[in-house]
């Protein structure tokens, strides 16, 4: 079983549309990341947390929430899709320490029509 | 704020040949930590090698290096024998800073020719 689980995989969705990407892990890690991935630019980070209680935007928040509903459970939403948000989207967990590695899910691949 | 920069958006490599993809970033910290990670078409991100910038030796794993400079602010992924499953986007990211983000460079898609 995977540590960091994606749900879902793949969606396809219409603009304005409500969206929530949900990540849950196994691995005990405090720190939970959403990044986003689009072509030629990288990975980029959109928000993360250090425990329940703690929450920060990344570099690229705007139109995006997220909730941290337990130490094991991440999620994002995009109140209102835009096309302009079609891309690859990561969750990263990580233990405490500026040495921890992230480890990521599989990511789920959305697209917005 | 730091950036990671990998020159290289394409590199190719025949099976069992050595291959060196490069980094470079730009920090104004004294303690942080480099990684490579790879993305194979299955998407996955996979970490293949970790570096301390405080420890001058540098990093191996089995078939992979790294050559880090940190004066030059350089570091380069080395893969020796060169295997048709290391075909994938490489990821060079620097962790560091009080929120411990990683910032990752643009990847390097390489291809490994039979």
């Known amino acids: 079983d995977a540590d960091v689980t994606q749900t879902p995989r793949n969606r396809i969705t219409k603009t304005g549309k409500r969206i929530m990407l949900e990540c849950s892990q196994t691995?005990?890690?405090?720190?939970m990341y959403w990044y986003r991935q689009d072509p030629g630019l990288g990975l980029r980070l959109i928000y993360y947390?250090?425990?329940?209680?703690?929450?920060n935007k990344g570099e690229i928040s705007d139109g995006y929430s997220v909730s941290r509903q337990a130490q094991a459970k991440f999620s994002l939403s995009l109140e209102s899709a835009i096309p302009n948000q079609t891309a690859l989207y990561f969750c990263?967990?990580?233990?405490?320490?500026?040495?921890?590695?992230?480890?990521f899910g599989d990511g789920t691949r959305l697209s917005i029509l | 704020a730091q950036t990671v920069t990998q020159s290289q958006p394409e590199m190719s490599v025949q099976e069992a040949e050595t291959v060196t993809l490069s980094c470079t970033y730009d920090t104004s910290e004294s303690d942080y930590y480099l990684f490579w990670y790879k993305q194979p078409p299955s998407r996955q991100m996979i970490l293949v090698i970790r570096?301390?910038?405080?420890?001058?030796q540098n990093a191996t794993e089995n078939r992979f290096s790294v050559n880090f400079q940190k004066a030059a602010k350089s570091f380069s992924l080395k893969i020796s024998d060169s295997q048709l499953g290391d075909a994938a986007m490489y990821f060079c990211?620097?962790?560091?800073?009080?929120?411990?983000?990683?910032?990752f460079g643009k990847g390097t898609l390489l291809t490994v020719n039979p």
């Open positions: 990211a620097y962790q560091g800073g009080s929120n411990y983000k990683l910032t």
């Open positions: 570096q301390e910038a405080y420890k001058q």
């Open positions: 990263a967990t990580s233990e405490g320490g500026k040495k921890m590695p992230q480890h």
């Open positions: 947390s250090f425990d329940v209680k703690d929450i």
């Open positions: 691995k005990g890690h405090d720190r």
